[in-house]
C-alpha cells in the first residue's frame, strides 16, 4: 500500500507543491497506510481470541455423553455443542444442523480453518445434513474436527477419516 501511495505522490499535479507542503503529504499518506494496517491486525487478533475461545470451550465438553435435543453437561448433541461454544463469543448460532449449514458463508474443504463448521449426512438420506462439527485442528493431511459423536459422546475426530469423509456435505464460517 505504501508504494502505490508513493507512487501517487510522484504525479504531477503534486509536482506544483514546495519540497516542505510535499513531505507533509508523504508524512500524511505514510500514517495512513501504518494507521490502516494496524486496524488490521487487531481484526485479526480479535478473530483469533474468538477462535481459541471457541475451540477452548467445546473441548471442556469433551467426554460429554451425546443426548439428542440436550445441551447441558449431562448430555448434549452435535448442534447443541456449538450453540454452546458459540455463545462463549456471545453469538447466537442457530439450534439445529440443518439451520447452521445456512449460516455463514460457504468455505472449501481445501479452505477451512479452526472454528469453521463442517457438516455431514449420517442418515438414511446421503444428502440431507444431519450432523455438524467444528474444526479445531488444521495440519497437512489432517483436520481435526469436534462433534458430540452418538456412541461416544464429545470427541474429536479426523475428517478425513473413511467414515466422515464418505459423509462430508460442507463447511460454513461464521466469524
Same mark, same amino acid.
Given at each position: ?15 506544483? &507543491?514546495?519540497? !516542505? ?5 508523504? #508524512?500524511? *499518506? ?6 490502516? $494496517? ?42 447443541? &455443542?456449538?450453540? !454452546?461454544s458459540y455463545k462463549a463469543?456471545? #453469538?447466537? *448460532? ?6 447452521? $449449514? ?74
Open positions: 500500500m505504501f508504494f502505490v501511495l508513493l507512487s501517487l505522490a510522484q504525479r504531477s499535479y503534486f509536482l506544483n &507543491l514546495n519540497l !516542505n507542503q510535499m513531505q507533509r503529504v508523504l #508524512y500524511f *499518506l505514510i500514517v495512513a497506510a501504518l494507521l490502516s $494496517s494496524c486496524g488490521a491486525a487487531k481484526r485479526a487478533q480479535l478473530r483469533q481470541k474468538k477462535i481459541d475461545r471457541l475451540v477452548a470451550t467445546a473441548r471442556s465438553n469433551t467426554g460429554t455423553p451425546n443426548k439428542w435435543g440436550a445441551t447441558t453437561r449431562s448430555g448434549m448433541d452435535c448442534s447443541g &455443542l456449538l450453540c !454452546n463469543i456471545d #453469538y447466537d *448460532l442457530p439450534r439445529t444442523s440443518v439451520q447452521q $449449514s445456512k449460516t455463514g458463508d460457504k468455505v472449501k474443504l481445501e479452505k477451512v480453518q479452526p472454528g469453521d463448521l463442517v457438516f455431514f449426512a449420517t442418515g438414511k438420506k446421503k444428502r440431507k445434513v444431519t450432523h455438524v462439527g467444528m474444526v479445531t485442528v488444521v495440519k497437512k493431511g489432517k483436520i481435526m474436527f469436534i462433534h458430540s459423536s452418538s456412541s461416544l459422546g464429545v470427541v474429536e475426530s479426523n475428517l478425513y477419516s473413511k467414515y466422515y469423509k464418505k459423509r462430508f456435505r460442507g463447511a460454513r464460517r461464521v466469524i
